[in-house]
């Protein structure tokens, strides 16, 4: 069973569109993530949910928009897509949500805005 | 300066030889420290993570902690091919998150 899931894995889309990511995990993890990978690889936060409640929002344009139904789910919702969101999506999770356990990531969707 | 901060390399090493990842951090507060791996295409996955001053060893992987110097390594001795990848640095202030650095590229010989 895949512990982290997220769907879809590739995204195509148009400037201007809104498109959403979702992401379910097994493992009864308290704390999830959204993470954005760009192109040279740096992983950047974007938030964090600990039991359904935010917990970090870094800079991220209000374009995005994290929810979390339950601790089990976050998805990630974005109006409006700019070339510049062209980058891999990381949804990740973790037992303990103050950074310092090991964190479970999906296997990415990975987002091309045309 | 970056927070956390890595040689991107390429870094190639024979097979057989030990490979040397080294991070070096900038908050000196900082608590934890985590080695990922991430093959091309594939979502990060843990590989060790070490709290204390000193070594920690899990098989072909020695976790190495410095705070004094503030620098944390990554030895994988006998290296295999199959170890090519990118290896992420990763950083807890105890704040809720972990600061990444931007990954060395490790690559294998045969």
Redo the contacts between chains.
């Keep these: 069973d895949t512990a982290v899931s997220q769907t879809p894995k590739y995204l195509v889309t148009q400037m201007g569109n809104d498109k959403s990511i979702k992401c379910e995990q097994n493992l009864g993890h308290d704390t999830m993530y959204w993470y954005k990978q760009d192109s ?6 974007m938030f ?1 949910y ?1 039991n359904k409640e935010l ?2 929002n870094e800079t991220v344009p209000n374009r995005f928009s994290p929810k979390s139904p339950d601790k089990a789910h976050l998805n990630l919702h974005i109006n409006s897509l700019e070339l510049g969101d062209s980058a891999v999506y ?1 949804c990740a999770s973790s037992r303990s ?4 356990t ?2 479970f ?4 969707t990975r987002l091309t805005v045309v | 300066q970056k927070e956390v901060e890595q040689n991107s390399g390429p870094l190639s090493v024979p097979e057989g030889a030990i490979a040397s990842l080294n991070c070096t951090y900038s908050d000196r507060g900082s ?2 420290f ?1 080695w990922y791996r ?1 093959y091309s295409g ?5 590989i060790m ?1 070490i709290y204390s001053n000193g070594d920690k060893e899990d098989g072909r992987f020695t976790a190495q902690l410095n705070k004094a110097s503030q620098y944390v390594s990554l030895l994988i001795r006998d290296s295999q091919p199959s170890d090519s990848a ?1 290896y ?1 640095c ?1 950083v ?7 600061i ?1 650095g ?2 060395t590229k490790l690559i294998i010989k045969p």
């Design positions: 040279k690889k740096f992983l950047k936060i964090s600990n917990i970090i990381f949500g103050w950074g310092d090991e964190a990531f999906g296997q990415g | 608590q934890s985590f991430q594939k979502s990060p996955e843990l993570f990118t992420l990763a807890n202030r105890g704040n809720y998150q972990l990444w931007a990954g």
